[in-house]
């Protein structure tokens, strides 16, 4: 049977991977002219998001959501900081 705290976890987590990549998407192109603090920021927030969610599925006892959901998590962020490490090399 599944905890209330879980299903809560999972129904919010979804609501935040959603968010979580317009987020990334958003400033994909634009993310290297942030200060450091809004990086900074911007990276923990997508990470704690994707983190939730895959806590939530894992402590569930679905480890192939918990590992696809760390997948796209790690991928949201390469496409969200890759764009500014490649601009500050040229």
Not at 4 to 24: D, E, K, N
Not at 52 to 60: C, E, H, K, S, V
Request: glycine content about 12%; cysteine-free.
């Amino acid at each position: 049977m599944l905890n209330p705290l879980i299903i809560g976890h999972i129904i919010f987590g979804l609501a935040s991977f959603a968010g979580a990549l317009l987020l990334a998407a958003g400033f994909k192109d634009t993310f290297h002219t942030l200060t450091k603090l809004q990086q900074s920021g911007i990276i923990l927030t997508v990470t704690g998001l994707f983190a939730t969610l895959a806590f939530a599925m894992g402590a569930n006892g679905n480890w192939l959501a918990t590992i696809v959901f760390v997948l796209i998590g790690a991928a949201a962020l390469g496409l969200l900081v890759w764009p500014g490490q490649q601009a500050s090399r040229n």
